[in-house]
């Protein structure tokens, strides 16, 4: 079994952030139940975009409470697409956090960018440790896709928004 899992989402919304939210493998059912307490009648996920502010506000206070270990990937413009701009950003997921191994990486699901995905995260793992793994799923179906959602609206937002998640982003790379 894999000592950490990693939920992985992006944004676009004022520059191209990967953000990854490492969790202990021992933590993971405490947090997703957290999430779950999270969701509205017939709501399937948790999605920043389309919560009202006071919500937003609970969302960032339980993921405060679960305390992952968030680091937040930055690709620039010397990064001509977004399609450049997450490859780079996958690639320094893999070199960070999964050359040890024990490491498995949930990725939020974008049907268009599967193949390219696993592309990518196959060459970026060559002769890498055998125990890194990864997926693609939906949010809907794992929850804890919502911490790296959340953590990206909020430091997308910048000012209160972006303090409030300051205590579990350890770090943010420029790729």
Do not use: N
């Not at 409470?65 to 490859?87: K, M, N, S």
């Not at 950003?89 to 050359?99: F, G, Q």
């Not at 804890?144 to 910048?158: H, K, M, T, Y």
């Amino acid at each position: 079994m894999p000592k950490r899992r990693v939920f992985i989402d992006e944004t676009k919304a004022r520059e191209y952030l990967l953000v990854a939210a490492i969790i202990p493998s021992h933590g993971t059912d405490r947090a997703r139940q957290a999430m779950r307490t999270l969701l509205l009648r017939g709501q399937p996920r948790v999605h920043m975009k389309k919560e009202s502010d006071s919500r937003r506000r609970k969302v960032l206070s339980v993921i405060a409470e679960i305390q992952p270990l968030v680091v937040i990937y930055r690709a620039g413009a010397p990064h001509r697409t977004d399609l450049i701009r997450r490859e780079k950003c996958l690639r320094a997921i893999a070199r960070d956090l999964l050359a040890d191994g024990e490491t498995h990486l949930f990725i939020e699901t974008d049907e268009t960018l599967i193949r390219r995905d696993r592309q990518c995260l196959v060459d970026a793992l060559h002769g890498a440790a055998p125990t890194a793994t990864y997926e693609h799923r939906t949010a809907a179906a794992e929850p804890l896709l919502s911490i790296p959602d959340a953590v990206a609206w909020a430091w997308a937002r910048g000012g209160d928004w972006r303090r409030r998640i300051e205590g579990v982003v350890h770090t943010a790379v420029d790729v």
